[in-house]
């Protein structure tokens, strides 16, 4: 079966560190995976896309990779701030839908 | 950037009655508009697609009599929850595309969301 899956638990983080996200997919074949922000009792906030061809994409203090033979991407925020601390939701592109994970929270702690 | 206002922010109301929903995008026009909705700790799932001027399409197993969708302009969209029963209650999201924009075409830009509560 298809599924898009974040780690359900809440990541914590020292302000400073370095936060890594994880979404893993199996049973599909996306051309592009989506990355966004999603603050409490509000709608997600694009924050990146990475294509199917592109090992990496940065900005600013997010970089976003993409590993096809492995099925997963990685969301990483440098010098964490607790503002970060948020839902992040992954969304890859599948038939001309955007189909959703749902989402890591993460607390970013003073 | 692309803004999206969606009203009412949230709403309350008694079963069996019905709620409307509006999704506007402010400074962009979007031919379409994508309605979803999402319960607590849970993705987003979506309930359909919605084309200014034409029939919306209804995700499998969203009943489009009971989820009525109209899209009568490049900047509004509205979602009609009919009949509504406790089992309604959610958090209802749209998005639009900026179809017309110099941007990524591939960026969704959410609106606020609905919390709609039917007691």
């Known amino acids: 079966s298809q599924k898009i899956e974040q780690n359900s638990e809440a990541l914590n983080i020292q302000e400073g560190k370095t936060a890594t996200l994880t979404c893993n997919y199996t049973?599909?074949?996306?051309?592009?995976l989506q990355w966004y922000r999603q603050d409490p009792g509000r709608g997600p906030v694009f924050l990146l896309l990475i294509r199917e061809n592109e090992k990496e994409k940065r900005k600013e203090r997010l970089k976003v990779t993409f590993d096809t033979t492995l099925k997963q991407s990685l969301f990483h925020i440098t010098a964490s701030q607790p503002a970060d601390s948020a839902t992040y939701l992954c969304a890859l592109r599948s038939n001309y839908q955007l189909i959703w994970g749902a989402g890591t929270k993460l607390i970013i702690k003073p | 950037g692309a803004v999206v206002s969606q009203h009412p922010s949230w709403v309350i109301c008694k079963s069996g009655t019905s709620v409307k929903i509006e999704c506007r995008s402010l400074?962009?026009?979007?031919?379409?508009m994508f309605w979803y909705r999402q319960f607590p700790k849970q993705s987003l799932m979506l309930m359909a697609t919605?084309?200014?001027?034409?029939?919306?399409?209804?995700e499998q197993g969203v009943e489009k009599d009971k989820f009525l969708i109209n899209h009568a302009s490049l900047t509004l969209s509205t979602l009609t929850v009919t009949s509504a029963h406790p089992e309604d209650s959610s958090f209802y999201i749209c998005?639009?595309?900026?179809?017309f924009g110099t941007g990524n075409y591939n960026e969704q830009f959410f609106g606020p969301g609905t919390r709609l509560t039917v007691l």
């Open positions: 400074d962009f026009q979007a031919t379409t």
């Open positions: 998005s639009a595309r900026d179809n």
């Open positions: 049973n599909y074949s996306p051309a592009y």
């Open positions: 919605s084309n200014e001027g034409s029939k919306a399409t209804y």
